[in-house]
């Protein structure tokens, strides 16, 4: 592949011409803020936190899906795209329960980073306080929909890596929930195979491992990666 | 099978007609108003008085005046009655006897039959829908044997192109344009879809046509399949439209039965096979790429695009995606000529729109008439206007549209005046509104639509239409303030320009055109803003985030 030239914030950078505006960004230790986003499965566009600025477009890029081109110029950080970051997360603390002070990700979530990183100090927004169960049938993990941010890694991460595809997302617009085999209570999905990738994926505190409690529930990532790339790296064996 | 043999068996259905012929529409709109019985009481009448031998009652499509039905029409004559109870088929029968008759004379010299153009509808309410004969009686599959017999695939795509044709889905893509993307694709497999996942509440355009010219659109699916390199098809048609799919259904039977569908179409090598697939009931599937993950058999969720399905569509193969008119424009472009169909309509919007006009308007029912004709003609002149009252708006384009002011009837319509009036020309519905119909109410019940249809897949659309609705129901209540309208401004701007799919993109779209034009009905209804508190610099710290 060859290489391109492009600017992202003013800064010239090179990058193969099969990168991602994303990937190019974050090798030049440009931060684009991400939620949907996890290195390893495949980018689905969804969370909208990474839109950028391209010049000659006037639509906005989702930038872990928006390839590189010659000549680009990006801009990851206008007043208008903060604003946009920022009532977007606004829009997710509105539209579920996340309550932070008894929330088992608590200092661990990426979507209370994610608020920190925008600026977000209130919710401009009615709180739309749904009513959310808890799954925890499930003989190691739990499945708090109040947290849940609809973001689809655990679906992702289960379907791609694990191949087992336990989970998907049933109803649509704000009756979304993420299900396990055919909205089953986790404890009985029989294609579930306790692996825990969506546990560590997950970036909030919706799937936790069960007995942690309040800011307990650290997602390992390096776990993910070695889950991901243990076989091609041969570390399962010795 | 040649020309000349196609032609004979048009010849020899014509002959086999008898001279006088009741028409009695049997659309889903007529059939909910009893009209089967009608036809049932009009066949019985027609034995009883012994005319059997020269007059015959059948069953067709829609005949347009909807607010009318059931409607029937005598040929040759032409006379029309509308609303006919099946105890008014003797008299309509003994008309043709010289009788009179009680049933309601429907004038088909007013404007709103005189101002149409037929070319999508041109057979609708003419033939039985669910003979493959009577299709074929009126030129029926001709223009499809002219492809295969005298024309390259190239010279297709370039017909389509200077004929100015664009996608009457709503978004008014050059069609000719498209068809030439997918057919330079080297790939070998491709496919052809009509979208027919008419989804915008009050439009019924795409309905009308299945129901009763079923065979138009397969005989345009075809020709793109021919054109692009396609051997497999599919119709998208949801699943709320079952008459649309019965006949859809008989219309493929026949179609197979008689060679011009299946495999080596009129003993050419091409081939072509057309498969139904039902929607359940989402309304975001009618966007491309979401109809795609449904075929699939996936859920129906949109995915960002490019790669555009012209490149990479079901099940990653170019497909070729149109609307349901967009392909009954096909057999008729190609034979009568591009150029015939290019000196109709504008500039840059060529030939007819069929609008499914309702609402406040007298006339309601379906309307095709020219690109370029402006909206007063269509819904003064043509719709009778509005029976309690004068117009206020018209609301073009669904819950992606707009409402345009009664200040800009006199708006020419076509797909860049219409935009630039805050609407899109959409699919075809058409609503008018009167001085009764609250605008804000208006707002409300699409952005309700919206926030109900989003697939959830991204969060501006999935949460950011909660959120509009919420703030239009508190307007609406009178709860509201001016910060929550300049709140529920800022949400649309969000929502127009970082949704993922168009359904999002769109969905701030009748917000912002009732504002645009009817803000003071919005502000007559916010409470004044209430006082300032006092200043506080104290803000509650929140968590720090790690590294």
Redesign the interface.
């Known amino acids: 592949m060859n290489s391109i030239t492009l600017t992202i914030d003013g800064k010239l950078i090179s990058a193969p011409g099969d990168q991602t505006i994303l990937e190019a960004a974050r090798e030049n230790d440009i931060h684009i803020p991400t939620l949907c986003n996890l290195e390893g499965i495949s980018a689905?566009?969804?969370?909208?936190?990474c839109?950028v600025e391209v010049s000659g477009s006037n639509?906005?890029a989702?930038s872990c899906?928006t390839k590189v081109a010659e000549g680009m110029q990006v801009q990851t950080a206008t007043d208008r795209l903060r604003e946009?970051r920022k009532?977007?997360v606004e829009?997710?603390f509105?539209?579920r329960n996340h309550i932070?002070s008894v929330c088992v990700a608590?200092?661990?979530c990426e979507l209370?980073?994610l608020?920190?990183?925008v600026g977000?100090?209130?919710v401009?927004?009615?709180y739309?306080y749904p009513s959310c169960s808890v799954d925890v049938t499930h003989k190691e993990f739990g499945v708090d929909h109040n947290r849940c941010?609809?973001c689809?890694r655990c679906v992702r991460v289960c379907d791609e890596v694990e191949g087992a595809h336990t989970w998907?997302?049933s109803?649509?617009?704000?009756?979304?929930r993420v299900i396990t085999d055919l909205n089953q209570p986790w404890g009985t999905a029989t294609s579930c195979t306790s692996c825990g990738k969506c546990v560590q994926a997950c970036p909030t505190g919706a799937l936790f491992r069960q007995g942690s409690t309040v800011a307990e529930m650290k997602k390992d990532r390096e776990l993910l990666d070695f889950l991901m790339t243990a076989r091609e790296k041969k570390q399962w064996i010795g | 099978m040649e020309l000349a043999e196609l032609k004979e068996l048009a010849d020899k259905e014509k002959a086999e007609q008898k001279p006088i012929r009741i028409r009695c529409c049997t659309a889903a709109g007529c059939l909910s108003s009893n009209s089967q019985a009608v036809q049932q009481a009009l066949t019985d009448a027609v034995t009883t008085a012994g005319l059997a031998d020269r007059v015959e009652v059948l069953p067709v499509g829609c005949m347009r005046l909807c607010c009318e039905g059931p409607l029937v029409q005598v040929d040759p004559d032409g006379a029309m009655y509308g609303k006919v109870d099946p105890g008014q088929a003797a008299s309509i029968v003994g008309t043709l006897q010289g009788g009179q008759t009680e049933a309601r004379v429907i004038d088909t010299n007013m404007p709103f039959f005189r101002d149409q153009v037929s070319i999508v509808l041109e057979n609708s309410g003419r033939i039985n829908p669910e003979r493959i004969e009577d299709y074929l009686s009126v030129g029926g599959y001709q223009a499809l044997l002219h492809v295969l017999r005298e024309m390259t695939p190239n010279q297709v795509v370039e017909t389509m192109t200077r004929s100015g044709l664009r996608g009457r889905g709503g978004a008014g893509y050059p069609t000719g344009v498209k068809w030439g993307l997918i057919a330079k694709q080297p790939a070998t497999q491709k496919f052809v879809i009509c979208n027919a996942d008419e989804g915008d509440p009050g439009a019924f355009m795409d309905r009308s046509v299945l129901e009763s010219d079923p065979h138009r659109v397969l005989e345009g699916m075809a020709i793109a399949a021919y054109a692009i390199g396609a051997s497999q098809g599919f119709v998208y048609v949801r699943g709320e439209y079952p008459l649309a799919i019965h006949r859809l259904e008989i219309a493929l039977r026949q179609a197979r039965k008689m060679g011009v569908l299946g495999t080596q179409i009129f003993e050419s090598p091409f081939n072509f096979r057309i498969d139904i697939r039902i929607g359940a009931g989402a309304f975001v599937c009618g966007e491309e790429t979401a109809l795609i993950g449904s075929i699939e058999g996936k859920r129906g969720t949109p995915r960002p695009r490019p790669p555009y399905p012209t490149e990479s569509g079901l099940w990653q193969a170019p497909t070729l995606i149109n609307n349901v008119e967009t392909l009954a424009n096909v057999a008729p472009i190609i034979t009568r000529g591009a150029e015939w169909y290019a000196s109709i309509g504008t500039a840059k919007s060529k030939g007819t729109k069929v609008f499914a006009l309702a609402g406040k308007v007298r006339n309601t029912g379906l309307v095709e008439v020219p690109m370029g004709i402006t909206l007063r003609k269509i819904v003064e002149e043509m719709g009778g206007g509005s029976p309690g009252g004068s117009i206020k708006a018209v609301q073009t384009g669904g819950p992606s549209g707009g409402c345009i002011p009664a200040s800009a009837l006199d708006t020419p319509v076509d797909y860049e005046s219409l935009t630039a009036l805050g609407s899109i020309m959409g699919s075809g519905g058409m609503i008018v509104m009167d001085d009764a119909t609250k605008m804000v109410d208006v707002a409300k019940f699409f952005m309700e639509f919206c926030m109900d249809e989003s697939c959830g897949k991204c969060v501006p659309c999935r949460a950011g239409t909660v959120q509009m609705y919420r703030l239009l129901a508190r307007i609406v209540e009178g709860e509201a303030t001016a910060a929550d309208v300049a709140q529920l401004e800022a949400l649309c701007d969000l929502v127009r320009n970082t949704s993922l799919c168009g359904l999002g993109q769109s969905a701030p779209n009748p917000v912002l055109s009732t504002l645009r034009y009817f803000r003071e009905e919005y502000n007559a209804l916010l409470q004044p803003a209430p006082p300032a508190p006092p200043p506080s610099n104290q803000r509650i710290p929140l968590p720090v985030a790690r590294g």
Not at chain 1, 44 to 49: E, N, P, T
Not at chain 1, 171 to 176: D, K, L, N
């Open positions: 689905v566009g969804a969370c909208r936190v839109l639509r906005l989702p899906l946009y009532m977007i829009l997710l509105a539209e932070c608590n200092g661990n209370q980073d608020a920190v990183t977000m100090d209130h401009r927004y009615e739309q941010i609809l689809t998907d997302v109803g649509r617009g704000m009756q979304s």
